[in-house]
């Protein structure tokens, strides 16, 4: 049975509303450090809103506990900020009630690698209709430092002074393995790139996952410098992109070839290796994204940055949807007060 609430929220539109990026800025301050990675996330973020076509009231952020937690208040849309680790699951279930909502969730790498893990794993392998930015500062920032899931072997901080002993989590590996279907990696110092990012997550049908390098001004500084900035990136980072050959550096004379199944650098142009002997992306094979996904963490290897995958199978809030309507057809619609009285019952008079 339809509410009143449900008319008023699906009611057709007269009309075509224009939004512009200020439409999904609050009227309150952002209170994130200065220099925080976060900005750089959020200002394209409400870049792409208005082109997406949805009305505003359409758009539901959902957050975790930590730095990216503060999300949904620098949203103007319905947002939920959740509990730890939780967010996944409150999206799932929002997604299923409200399919026709469009819901971001923001999280970090404490909240989603670990005590959120395990709803990451089953969002992804579900492909529920969701879109997923994750803040990458490899520590714990809102805690005032510790080490996390995506915190290097080695690395000191409030809880690791000797250094950490764990291996990392290379998130998106985790996501492809376990079935995401869309699957990216951005960081703070490409506005440009990072919207593109966020525009194709946003027009993918299922889950959607970038990870974002953000830097941590105040614990973990620093971190990615030699990845993001100009006179180091071409160097040490890869840009992926479909139907292209996989060349980097500075004068674009390196690429990747595949030797059995494990990437080496070449150099281009030295009459041993061209251009067509490189591997060429492919975004709909998820063997290659793995096997470039892993590229990560090899000291030997430039950093893959891109869109590693984007292929298309149904969603897990499309099969509900189905199942239920399938019910339907065989059954009718049902009848509340039947299902709580039940086949037998009595009246008392």
Request: a neutral charge; charged letters at 25%.
């Amino acid at each position: 049975m339809k509410t009143i609430l449900d008319e008023i929220i699906n009611k057709p539109h007269v009309g075509e509303i224009k939004y512009t990026p200020q439409d999904f800025k609050p009227d309150v301050d952002v209170r994130w450090c200065a220099g925080c990675g976060g900005y750089a996330i959020l200002s394209p973020v409400q870049r792409i809103m208005p082109e997406l076509g949805i009305p505003k009231e359409k758009f539901v952020t959902v957050s975790g506990i930590g730095c990216s937690g503060r999300f949904p208040y620098y949203m103007d849309t319905f947002g939920f900020h959740s509990i730890h680790g939780r967010a996944l699951a409150i999206a799932t279930g929002l997604k299923i009630a409200r399919p026709d909502l469009n819901v971001l969730v923001a999280t970090g790498d404490g909240d989603n690698m670990s005590i959120g893990g395990n709803h990451f794993i089953h969002s992804c392998r579900r492909n529920i209709d969701i879109n997923v930015i994750m803040f990458n500062n490899e520590v714990y920032s809102l805690t005032k430092g510790q080490y996390s899931p995506t915190s290097h072997r080695g690395q000191i901080t409030k809880s690791s002074p000797l250094g950490v002993l764990d291996d990392p989590f290379n998130p998106t590996s985790l996501a492809l393995g376990s079935g995401a279907s869309f699957v990216a990696r951005g960081h703070d110092k490409d506005r440009q790139v990072l919207q593109t990012l966020l525009e194709r997550a946003s027009k993918h049908k299922g889950f959607a996952f970038i990870e974002i390098y953000a830097n941590c001004r105040i614990f973990n500084d620093g971190a990615f410098d030699e990845f993001t900035n100009k006179e180091t990136r071409d160097d040490t980072t890869i840009w992926v992109e479909h139907g292209k050959p996989l060349v980097f550096g500075k004068n674009k004379d390196k690429g990747i070839i595949i030797d059995g199944y494990t990437p080496k650098v070449v150099s281009i142009g030295n009459g041993k290796y061209s251009v067509n002997d490189l591997i060429v992306h492919n975004e709909k094979d998820s063997t290659l994204a793995l096997i470039i996904s892993n590229m990560t963490y090899n000291e030997n290897l430039p950093r893959p940055m891109g869109i590693f995958q984007s292929i298309e199978r149904s969603s897990y809030d499309e099969r509900v949807d189905y199942q239920i309507n399938e019910e339907i057809k065989k059954k009718g619609e049902g009848n509340l007060e039947s299902l709580l009285l039940g086949d037998s019952y009595w009246e008392i008079k």
